[in-house]
């Protein structure tokens, strides 16, 4: 079997690692001061091609999950934070798009989407239920020409600056668990959304936000997939995701490892450098076959 990486993607690889040098470089430093990413990152890297998809007649399509692997790792090296958001905004955001949107709602927001130029989220945790993923309690009531929705959705990563969010909300009470709840493309722009900014400590400088939905309307053809399905749909988005965040994790400890051992060849203990001493050595070519490995 050829592991080989295909030298156009090594091309791609080696132009993305050229706009995070020169794109985020002194940058980076002053969003995590100010603890947020502005728009123009997400612009940024969807002209990179950061995103995993490309747009053919209106439509999305994936490129390969290796490659998108490759680029959620680069940039996680750099900046795990900017990663997750990245990767919120495609993998979840744009992965509800993908799977589940109509071909009228991919022909308005895919281009867009692709470029940066409309940020995505999705919302599904509430307060009172954490990762159980069906304990939802935002309400989706019918109304004249499609929904209102009201309810508030915790820990949403680019929720402060998301102008589309990827929302599950209760259409169904009186069904079965599996059955109660559908899923909608929400603008955030609409009467009725309120955005407060959570305290976080990990995966800075990306956002972490909660939404409150009071009577937000949602037009009938902004629902994704069919109606009472939202539940199954918002775990295949979750599965689709794994690989990426995968990939984010391997960056985050290949930047950390790569910080570590330029701090070793340049400290000095005990009349020599850090990464002289045998004990240090071999703690260092034990984590980077374990990097490798994985």
Request: glycine share 10%; with cysteine; hydrophobic share 45%.
């Amino acid at each position: 079997m050829d592991f080989s990486i295909q030298e156009e993607v090594l091309v791609e690889i080696e132009r993305f690692r050229e706009v995070l040098r020169e794109g985020l470089g002194s940058r980076l430093a002053e969003w995590h001061r100010r603890r947020g990413l502005p728009r123009q990152f997400f612009e940024e890297m969807g002209r990179a091609g950061g995103y995993g998809y490309t747009v053919s007649d209106g439509r999305l399509a994936r490129r390969s999950a290796f490659a998108e692997a490759l680029f959620a790792e680069e940039l996680a090296r750099r900046s795990p934070g900017a990663a997750v958001a990245a990767l919120a905004h495609a993998d979840l955001g744009m992965m509800g798009l993908y799977l589940f949107g109509s071909p009228h709602l991919q022909q308005l927001y895919a281009e867009p989407a692709l470029k940066g130029a409309t940020v995505m989220c999705l919302g599904n945790t509430e307060a009172h239920a954490g990762s159980d993923v069906a304990a939802v309690a935002m309400r989706a009531e019918a109304a004249a020409g499609g929904w209102r929705l009201s309810g508030t959705k915790s820990f949403v990563t680019n929720g402060a600056v998301a102008d589309l969010a990827v929302v599950t909300a209760v259409t169904d009470p009186a069904a079965e668990r599996t059955g109660r709840l559908s899923m909608f493309l929400v603008d955030l722009q609409r009467a009725g959304v309120r955005r407060t900014p959570l305290s976080k400590q990990v995966w800075v400088p990306s956002d972490l936000t909660r939404l409150e939905l009071k009577e937000v309307e949602v037009p009938a053809d902004h629902l994704l997939g069919r109606r009472g399905r939202g539940l199954a749909q918002v775990l295949e988005i979750f599965t689709h995701s794994r690989v990426a965040i995968a990939a984010l994790t391997l960056g985050t400890a290949a930047g950390a490892f790569d910080l570590a051992v330029r701090h070793a060849l340049k400290r000095t203990a005990f009349g020599r450098r850090i990464a002289e001493h045998q004990a240090k050595s071999f703690e260092i070519a034990e984590r980077h076959a374990e990097i490798e490995a994985a």
